[in-house]
C-alpha cells in the first residue's frame, strides 16, 4: 500500500516542485523522469524492469529525445556483452563443468584454511576472466562452494563455511572491478563512455591500468580479512576425489572462452570489441552441429538485467545529449565554483 502510494507521490511532488524553477515544460518532464527513475532504481519501489519500461516509455511518448538516443542502450556494446555472458554461463552449466571445478579443491594436499582460501581466492580470480557477468558466476559458484565446505567438514553455521561462501563471494565480485567485462557496472561504463564520448575502452588497456591494485592487492586484503574473521579448524575431507577424462563439450566449452580470452587481452592489436568476440563465442556453442547453447537457454535468460543495463546507458546518453542540463544546470554550477 504504502509503495502504490509513492508511486504517484514521489514523481507528482518533483514535478511540482521543478516546476517553480524550470520554464520548458519538456525540460521539467526530462528532470522529474530522470530523478524519479533514479530513485525507483535505488529503493525498488517497484520491480526494476517495470522502471525501465517506464523510463523507456515516457521518453518516447513525450519525445524527450531521439529515437536513437532514447533506445542507444540496445545498441551498445555493454547490453550484448551481458546477454553473451548469461548465455556462456549457461553453457557451462549445460556440459556440467561448474560441478568438475568443486574437485579441483579436494586435490590439496594437507589443506590449512588459509590455504585453502587462497586457492578460492586464485580460483575466483582467473574464473572472472573466462566468464563475464558477476551475477552468472555468484550463481555457479555458490552451490560449489556449499560442497566444497561440506568436504572440509564445515557445518553451515560454522565460522569456516561462512568464510568459504563470503572468499567465492568477494574474490569474484571486488577484483573483477580490473577486468573490463567481468562485471554490469563495467559494462555500463564502457558502454556509456562509447555512446557519449565515442570512445572505445580496450580490455587490454583497462587490465593493466587496474590490475595490480583493484585486481591483486585487493585480493590479499579479502583472503587476511576473511582469514582474520572466520578462521576455523579444517576437519578431514569427507569425499575423495574422482579424476575424470573431460568430456567432448566440456573441452569444446573450455577451448571457446579460452579463445575468447585471447582474443579480448589482444585487442590493442585488432581492435575488435569485447562483445562482438563474445558473441561469435556464443554463435559458436549455438551452432546446430555443436549444441551446447540451446534453446531454452534463451528462453530462461533474465531479460530484466538486460533492460536494466539498456535503460540506464540510455538514460546516461539522454542526459550528455540534453542541450538544457548541458548548457543550463552544468554552467551555473561550474560558475559557482
Do not use: C
Not at 516509455?57 to 551498445?76: C, P, Q, V
Not at 564502457?190 to 565515442?198: C, D, Q, R, V
Not at 587490454?204 to 585480493?219: D, M, Q
Amino acid at each position: 500500500m504504502i509503495k502504490n502510494i509513492l508511486f504517484f507521490l514521489i514523481p507528482l511532488v518533483i514535478y511540482i516542485s521543478l516546476s517553480n524553477f524550470i520554464v520548458d515544460e519538456k525540460n521539467v518532464i526530462l528532470v522529474t523522469l530522470l530523478i524519479t527513475v533514479i530513485i525507483f532504481w535505488a529503493t525498488s519501489i517497484i520491480p526494476d524492469y517495470q522502471t525501465s519500461l517506464i523510463f523507456l516509455f515516457t521518453s518516447l511518448i513525450f519525445s524527450l529525445s531521439s529515437k536513437d538516443i532514447i533506445f542507444s542502450g540496445f545498441s551498445s556494446s555493454a547490453f550484448w556483452l551481458v546477454f553473451a555472458g548469461m548465455l556462456i554461463a549457461s553453457a557451462i552449466k549445460n556440459v556440467k563443468l561448474s560441478e568438475r571445478f568443486s574437485t579441483f579443491f579436494t586435490n590439496i594436499k594437507n589443506p590449512s584454511y588459509l590455504s585453502i582460501l587462497i586457492y578460492i581466492n586464485i580460483f575466483s580470480l582467473l574464473f572472472s576472466f573466462i566468464m563475464p557477468s558477476s551475477l552468472g558466476r555468484i550463481v555457479l559458484l555458490l552451490p560449489i562452494a556449499a560442497i566444497i565446505a561440506k568436504n572440509f567438514g564445515f557445518k553451515e553455521h560454522d565460522n569456516g563455511y561462512v568464510g568459504i561462501m563470503l572468499a567465492f563471494i568477494f574474490s569474484t565480485v571486488i577484483p573483477a572491478f580490473a577486468i573490463l567485462p567481468a562485471n554490469v557496472p563495467n559494462m555500463i561504463l564502457s558502454g556509456l563512455t562509447h555512446e557519449i564520448y565515442g570512445f572505445e575502452l580496450l580490455y587490454s588497456h583497462y587490465l593493466v591500468a587496474n590490475f595490480f591494485v583493484l585486481g591483486f592487492i585487493k585480493n590479499i586484503i579479502i583472503v587476511a580479512m576473511i582469514y582474520f574473521m572466520y578462521h576455523d579448524t579444517v576437519k578431514p575431507s569427507i569425499l575423495k576425489s574422482e579424476k575424470n577424462l573431460l568430456s567432448k563439450d566440456e573441452k569444446i566449452v573450455i577451448g571457446t572462452t579460452l579463445m575468447m580470452l585471447l582474443f579480448w587481452t589482444t585487442d590493442f592489436i585488432h581492435g575488435i570489441s569485447s562483445s562482438v568476440i563474445a558473441i561469435v563465442g556464443v554463435l559458436f556453442l549455438a551452432n546446430p552441429a555443436i549444441n551446447i547453447i540451446k534453446n531454452k537457454d534463451l528462453n530462461s535468460i533474465n531479460f530484466a538485467s538486460l533492460l536494466l543495463v539498456a535503460s540506464i546507458i540510455s538514460l546516461g546518453n539522454i542526459v550528455a545529449n540534453n542541450d538544457y542540463i548541458k548548457e543550463v544546470l552544468y554552467w551555473k554550477i561550474y560558475r559557482r565554483r
